[in-house]
């Protein structure tokens, strides 16, 4: 089977000195697929997350991470204070109900000041900062869940690994 790629499109942040990164996929129960991340540059040799990540497990926007030789993410030096919650909009939906849910989706994470990236259009993973209450955003997600018209999780629900 064929290598597939997960890129971010548009990350939440875009600095002048970024590098683009891997993170395998397989520990986390997709084999063969790979997760493009988007990081800037520090000092000590380490780097910090500058995209939402939708499938990698125990990581966030502004973790700081170890890479390896080939450029492939190997550790979570350091937690940045943030979590990241995805949410997955079950296929078989009208395109007037996928609307009305990422819509309401990009309305609350805009007034609770939350950064989110979509992956395709059923796909997104938003930021949470520690210092801001995400009650709203669960209580939609929580709805929708219970409606069977998504599936959400925090990505910190299992810890980060390399195989």
């Known amino acids: 089977m064929p290598k597939q790629y997960i890129v971010h499109d548009d990350p939440a942040i875009m600095s002048d000195r970024q590098r683009i990164a891997m993170a395998d996929l397989a520990p986390f129960g997709f084999p063969d697929q790979w997760e493009q991340i988007w990081l800037g540059h520090r000092e000590d040799g380490l780097f ?3 995209c939402i990540p939708f499938r990698i497990y125990g990581i966030s926007l502004f973790d700081i991470v170890r890479l390896d030789a080939d450029d492939m993410l190997v550790e979570v030096a350091a937690r ?3 979590r990241t919650l995805r949410a997955l909009i079950v296929p078989g939906l009208t395109d007037a109900e996928v609307s009305g849910i990422t819509g309401r989706v990009n309305s609350i994470a805009e ?6 990236e979509w992956s395709g259009d059923r796909h997104v993973a938003v930021n949470i900062p520690d210092d801001r209450d995400p009650a709203l955003m669960l209580a939609f997600m929580a ?7 998504l599936f959400w999780e925090w990505s910190d629900a299992k810890p980060f690994q390399t195989l």
């Open 48 to 50: 910090v997350m500058q």
């Open 80 to 82: 940045g204070g943030h």
């Open 143 to 149: 709805e929708q869940r219970a409606a069977q018209k």
């Open 111 to 116: 007034t609770e000041g939350f950064v989110l």
